[in-house]
C-alpha cells in the first residue's frame, strides 16, 4: 500500500514569492494533516481536515498561509508570500478518521524541505 | 494546555548498548494518547507505537519497549541493544480524544547517535 505522498521533496525560493506544497493520502484515509517543522524541533500542527472540511486551523498563519482540499483527497497549502522565517520542513500526515472519539495513528510523508532566500 | 518534554537532547551510544530515552508530558485529558515516532535522515516520521492512557502495560517489541507510568507522566521508550540503524531523531507525542481527537502534541526529539 502506497503511503503519504509529497511533492516537491525540496523548493528554494526567494522571499516574497508564493509556493505550494501538494500531498496525497493514503487511500481511504478520511483525516489530512499539515504539520510545519523547524529544525531541532518537532512538528506542529498547522491544519487539519475531516473529509473537504477544515475541523482545526487555529495555528495557520491566515494573512499569509492558505490551503484547500477540495475533493476530500490530496490536499495543497499555499504560502503567499514567502518570508524568510518560513523556511522549514512543512509535512503531511493522514489517518483512517473514524469520526470522534476515535484517536487514529497519523501516518507521514517525507515532507517538504522549503528555503527562503 | 498539552505539553510533551524530551529533556535528552541528544544521545550518543555505541552499538550493542541499551539506551532509554525519556519522555514526559502534561494534560489535563483523562483520556488520551501516547505516541513515539522515528525520524530517520530521510525526513519521514515512522510510526512506532500508540498507547492510550488507560493501559499501563509496558510493551515490548523486539528490540524495543516502552515504559508507561502514569503517576509520573512519563512514556519512555529502551532500545536493547542498539544499531547502527538505529540512529535517528525520535520523537514523543501526545494526542487528545474526543472532539479534538487527532490535536497531537509533539516534543522537540532527542537525536540518537550509535556508533559502530
Known amino acids: 500500500e502506497a503511503g503519504v505522498v509529497q511533492s516537491p521533496r525540496y523548493k528554494i525560493i526567494e522571499k516574497k514569492q508564493p509556493v505550494a506544497f501538494w500531498c496525497n493520502p493514503i487511500s481511504g484515509h478520511n483525516t489530512l494533516y499539515w504539520y510545519l517543522q523547524n529544525l531541532g524541533q518537532g512538528p506542529e500542527l498547522l491544519i487539519r481536515?475531516?473529509?473537504?472540511?477544515?475541523?482545526?486551523d487555529s495555528q495557520l498563519p491566515k494573512d499569509r498561509f492558505s490551503a484547500e482540499r477540495l475533493k476530500g483527497v490530496d490536499s495543497t497549502l499555499k504560502i503567499q508570500p514567502a518570508e524568510l522565517g518560513d523556511s522549514a520542513v512543512y509535512l503531511c500526515a493522514s489517518s483512517l478518521g473514524r469520526g470522534a472519539g476515535a484517536q487514529e495513528t497519523q501516518y507521514f510523508g517525507p515532507g517538504t524541505r522549503l528555503l527562503v532566500l | 494546555a498539552q505539553k510533551v518534554t524530551q529533556a535528552q537532547t541528544e544521545i550518543s551510544v555505541v552499538e550493542k548498548e541499551d539506551v532509554t530515552l525519556d519522555c514526559v508530558y502534561e494534560?489535563?485529558?483523562?483520556?488520551?494518547?501516547l505516541f513515539w515516532y522515528k525520524q530517520p535522515p530521510s525526513g519521514e516520521l515512522v510510526f512506532l507505537i500508540r498507547?492510550?492512557?488507560?493501559?499501563?502495560q509496558n510493551e515490548i517489541s523486539g528490540r524495543y519497549s516502552w515504559n508507561f507510568q502514569k503517576s509520573t507522566s512519563s512514556f519512555n521508550f529502551t532500545i536493547t541493544a542498539s544499531q547502527v540503524v538505529d540512529s535517528a531523531v525520535y520523537f514523543c507525542a501526545l494526542s487528545e480524544a474526543g472532539t479534538n481527537a487527532g490535536k497531537s502534541t509533539f516534543g522537540d526529539g532527542t537525536t540518537l547517535t550509535v556508533k559502530p
Open positions: 494534560t489535563r485529558d483523562t483520556t488520551y494518547y
Open positions: 481536515y475531516e473529509n473537504e472540511e477544515a475541523v482545526d
Open positions: 498507547r492510550n492512557s488507560f493501559d499501563e
